[in-house]
T-cell receptor, first 112, second 111 residues
Framework: SAVISQKPSRDICQRGTSLTIQCQVD?????MFWYRQQPGQSLTLIAT?????????ESGFVIDKFPISRPNLTFSTLTVSNMSPEDSSIYLC?????????FGPGTRLTVL | GESVGLHLPTLSVQEGDNSIINCAYS??????FIWYKQESGKGPQFIID?????DKRQGQRVTVLLNKTVKHLSLQIAATQPGDSAVYFC??????????FGSGTKLNVKP
């Protein structure tokens, strides 16, 4: 298993600003993922972050809006840039170990 | 992104009854499936998984059934307890390590 922590757990931000979310894992993992969960909805994959290479983004998500860093095998950041109220969501970090996929507790973002 | 769903369907059951939560997945090439439980304010928690070469898998109080013919997955919870109240998601893997999530079902257990 993997224990994942995220910072911040929640934040309220002003339109036009940016927020960087941190994800820390208690073990080294090759693949990390960032998901978004809008209110009352399911999880949508934003991007896959592998250490040593650029993140791979899913359709509808771009690097300029959601830049990702993956400096080592236990850590990643997701930045939500130039925020608008439509970015209000829960952002979840996830890792895979063998076949199982584990999730962090999420960061609840509210954009005013 | 892949997932859809503006309003989560709700399943209400009496404590002690069995619950069945259903999920339709989208890709016939999906080879692995997971059921997750998400409690309010928390991230999804792994419940049980099943590979595409299986039809059924049992865990403690939970059973997952896979019908590849109609691309349908179900989660059965025996003797449902108030602590089972949560949102349940199925996830399918069809692109190497990427998982795509169903729209979710809210389970409400009445004491």
């Amino acid at each position: 298993s993997a224990v994942i922590s995220q910072k911040p757990s929640r934040d309220i931000c002003q339109r036009g600003t940016s927020l960087t979310i941190q994800c820390q894992v208690d073990s080294q993992v090759t693949m990390m993922f960032w998901y978004r969960q809008q209110p009352g909805q399911s999880l949508t994959l934003i991007a896959t972050a592998n250490q040593g290479s650029e993140a791979t983004y899913e359709s509808g998500f771009v690097i300029d809006k959601f830049p990702i860093s993956r400096p080592n095998l236990t850590f990643s950041t997701l930045t939500v840039s130039n925020m608008s109220p439509e970015d209000s969501s829960i952002y979840l970090c996830s890792v895979q170990t063998s076949l199982e996929q584990f999730f962090g507790p999420g960061t609840r973002l509210t954009v005013l | 992104g892949e997932s859809v769903g503006l309003h989560l369907p709700t399943l209400s059951v009496q404590e002690g009854d069995n619950s069945i939560i259903n999920c339709a997945y989208s890709n016939s090439a999906s080879d692995y499936f997971i059921w997750y439980k998400q409690e309010s304010g928390k991230g999804p928690q792994f419940i049980i998984d099943i590979r595409s070469n299986m039809d059924k898998r049992q865990g403690q109080r939970v059973t997952v059934l896979l019908n590849k013919t109609v691309k349908h997955l179900s989660l059965q919870i025996a003797a449902t307890q108030p602590g089972d109240s949560a949102v349940y998601f199925c996830a399918e893997r069809y692109n190497f390590n990427k998982f795509y999530f169903g729209s979710g079902t809210k389970l409400n257990v009445k004491p």
